[in-house]
């Protein structure tokens, strides 16, 4: 079934912490089994996982700004629900985003696809937009840093949670430190790419229509190993 009982008003507009981030997509991931958009789940998991690694380094104050960072984390979730919202509404939201939803409609595709779809669109499309929005800064240029070493930590778990069976995923799942280096080069990849995006933004050497089409380009990259 559609995504029908998706409380669009119960999402984004109450972000007040980032345990209500947390929060929202354990809902959401419990939401989606048995709609049309299950598949999702792939990267809305991997996007909890990380949030969560994140929210216990705030606990322990490992960022240089605790409240920026926060500020940051609910922004950037926005992002994200609100796109998910605007396409269970058939309003036009980004291109990486609906590219991303609509592959997630198929079945018997790569689960790797899925997750990487979620990522590049959250990542490569909303990442340097957030920054911008937040202005971030690079006096807090770690603190950006320091949640590549917090992905790192999760992307073991993020691949046996995948269970990819499909080629040529299935196989590279027979060398976890291949997988586990693959997606960490390509994370920390997109994550510089973003930060270089948010700084040419500052400079108005780019827009963010430029950085959609970016995204764009690379979701279609992916649909081609699927």
């Not at 709609?35 to 990267?43: C, V």
């Not at 807090?140 to 993020?158: E, G, L, M």
Request: aromatic share 14%; glycine share 2%.
């Amino acid at each position: 079934m559609a995504l029908s009982n998706f409380n669009y008003e119960s999402y984004s507009e109450k972000f007040l912490s980032v345990d209500d981030v947390i929060v929202h997509l354990k809902k959401l991931e419990s939401e989606l089994h048995n709609t049309n958009l299950h598949n999702l789940i792939h990267f809305t998991r991997t996007y909890r996982y990380i949030t969560e690694a994140v929210y216990e380094a705030l606990k322990h104050n490992q960022f240089k700004d605790k409240n920026r960072m926060v500020q940051f984390d609910i922004t950037f979730a926005r992002y994200f629900f609100d796109a998910l919202k605007g396409y269970c509404r058939n309003i036009t939201i980004v291109p990486a985003w609906s590219l991303c939803f609509e592959y997630c409609q198929k079945n018997n595709s790569k689960n790797t696809i899925f997750m990487a779809l979620g990522i590049n669109a959250h990542v490569n499309n909303d990442l340097a937009q957030t920054l911008y929005q937040c202005n971030f800064g690079n006096p807090y240029k770690s603190d950006f840093t320091k949640v590549n070493q917090i992905i790192n930590k999760q992307i073991a778990r993020v691949i046996n949670d995948l269970n990819d069976n499909q080629l040529p995923f299935s196989v590279i799942q027979k060398f976890p430190a291949l997988y586990f280096k693959s997606l960490q080069i390509v994370i920390a990849m997109w994550r510089q790419k973003a930060w270089n995006n948010y700084i040419l933004l500052l400079k108005n050497k780019k827009t963010p229509k430029n950085i959609e089409n970016q995204a764009e380009q690379i979701a279609n990259l992916l649909l081609l190993l699927s």
